[in-house]
């Protein structure tokens, strides 16, 4: 009996899912959803990006392949369709995006997926309000396997830089992914040669902020290593923060004995700074005990 009244609750809770559209629609009285809304935003250089979805629980059910079929259109979520907001153009799957809001959906395999982003975003309730001439692109990704349980359907952006995120879809055992990727260094490296040309405007803080782009995007380390010289030079102090992480960018540019002459250099500085100086002393002993190899 008590065997019968499980399947009889789960019964019950998947056709909710299903209704659930409908019974929003009609209803009057403000209860808590089965499947939660979250919106994720993520700031990816100059781009805002913004996930809107209801997130499902597994609540004890097997989910593709079941819950979710396979080979059929899923709308990557539950209730309303899944949307994600570009404010920037973007390469999705090999295309370029334009800027807009669109749906994510997928059809869901067992060795592969289609993503697809389609253009229709409002009262679309997947697959039923489908238009597949809606489209604006498709494309595979390969499922995999994670050895956590995710008993909620998690989405999250991961990998992030200057110019890309990926984002991750997680629920179960199942993991799905792909890579959202923008122009940053355009617009940065016009306004940085901008600034350039007018450096009696520029602030102390320009110059670091200028060499810290450079140096974690390896776009021009020795631009970035002038402009770390800059604001040291600028300081009323030694910066031991500032010559910490030119120390690294010498490292990388396989400057090892200057890199280790300024690590030294960090390491006696940094004694005045009992709360952050420690931290920075032993990495720098790090830096030099890793270039001494």
């Given at each position: 009996m008590e065997t019968d009244m499980k399947h009889m609750t789960r019964y019950l809770l998947a056709i909710a899912l299903v209704a659930l559209p409908f019974h929003i629609l009609l209803s009057q009285v403000k209860l808590p959803a089965p499947s939660p809304l979250q919106t994720l935003t993520q700031k990816v250089g100059y781009a805002d990006l913004e996930l809107r979805y209801s997130r499902p629980l597994s609540r004890g059910r097997e989910i593709f392949g079941n819950l979710v079929p396979y080979d059929v259109l899923w709308r990557m979520g539950a209730n309303q369709c899944t949307t994600i907001s570009l404010s920037q153009n973007a390469v999705i799957g090999g295309k370029k995006i334009e800027a807009g809001k669109y749906s994510l959906l997928g059809i869901p395999g067992e060795k592969?997926?289609?993503?697809?982003?389609n253009s229709k975003t409002e009262k679309f309730w997947p697959p039923s309000g489908y238009e597949p001439e809606l489209n604006i692109h498709e494309f595979k990704v390969k499922p995999t396997e994670t050895k956590q349980l995710y008993s909620e359907l998690a989405?999250?952006?991961?990998?992030?830089?200057?110019?890309?995120?990926?984002?991750?879809?997680?629920?179960?055992?199942?993991?799905?992914?792909?890579?959202?990727?923008f122009d940053t260094d355009a617009k940065a490296s016009k306004l940085i040669a901008e600034a350039l040309k007018s450096p009696e405007n520029l602030k102390r803080g320009d110059y670091n902020n200028i060499a810290t782009y450079y140096a974690l995007s390896g776009k021009n380390l020795d631009q970035a290593l002038?402009?770390?010289d800059q604001f040291i030079a600028k300081s009323k102090r030694p910066p031991y923060w500032v010559m910490f992480h030119k120390a690294e960018l010498l490292a990388r540019m396989d400057r090892k004995a200057e890199a280790i002459s300024l690590a030294e250099e960090v390491i006696e500085i940094s004694k005045q700074d009992k709360v952050w100086g420690p931290k920075y002393a032993d990495w720098s002993a790090k830096l030099i005990k890793r270039l001494k190899k």
């Open positions: 592969e997926w289609t993503i697809i982003l989405y999250q952006f991961v990998d992030i830089d200057f110019e890309k995120a990926v984002l991750r879809l997680n629920w179960e055992h199942t993991q799905v992914e792909f890579e959202l990727r002038e402009m770390y």
